[in-house]
């Protein structure tokens, strides 16, 4: 049986992997861990986890079902910009490690993402 620790990578099925890769990139900080072309997956290391990149229309992409159209959801390259423009509301919310402040953004084919802060200290 696994004991899971933490979430080792999340994989994203995408229309446009320039576009996304850059929003990883540019607004998250995300450096690219590997690229395998031949099966065309794309890998981003975002702090310990990674983010994984297939194209709709390559080898592993095509697996998932239908095409889905990339939604025009955020279109800066700036965190900032990106807090401003498109971040929902921050909201306190319970994650793995505790309460503590969070904002939700999407990437720009529309997968919502939800950034946490750490936990509060306790009272």
């Known amino acids: 049986m696994i004991c899971i620790v933490a979430i080792d990578h999340v994989v994203f099925r995408v229309v446009d992997l320039d576009r996304v890769s850059r929003f990883y990139i540019d607004v998250l900080g995300a450096t690219w861990e590997k690229k395998q072309e031949d099966i065309r997956l794309y890998q981003l290391r975002v702090g310990s986890a990674l983010v994984d ?32 423009g498109t971040a929902r509301q921050s ?33």
């Open 53 to 84: 990149l297939v194209p709709v229309d390559g080898k592993l992409g095509q697996k998932g079902g239908a095409r889905r159209e990339a939604k025009d959801a955020m279109s800066t390259t700036s965190a900032s910009a990106c807090c401003r």
């Open 91 to 123: 909201w306190r919310t319970c994650g793995a490690e505790g309460d503590g402040p969070s904002i939700y953004l999407a990437d720009p084919e529309g997968n919502v993402l939800e950034l946490k802060g750490p936990p509060e200290a306790s009272s």
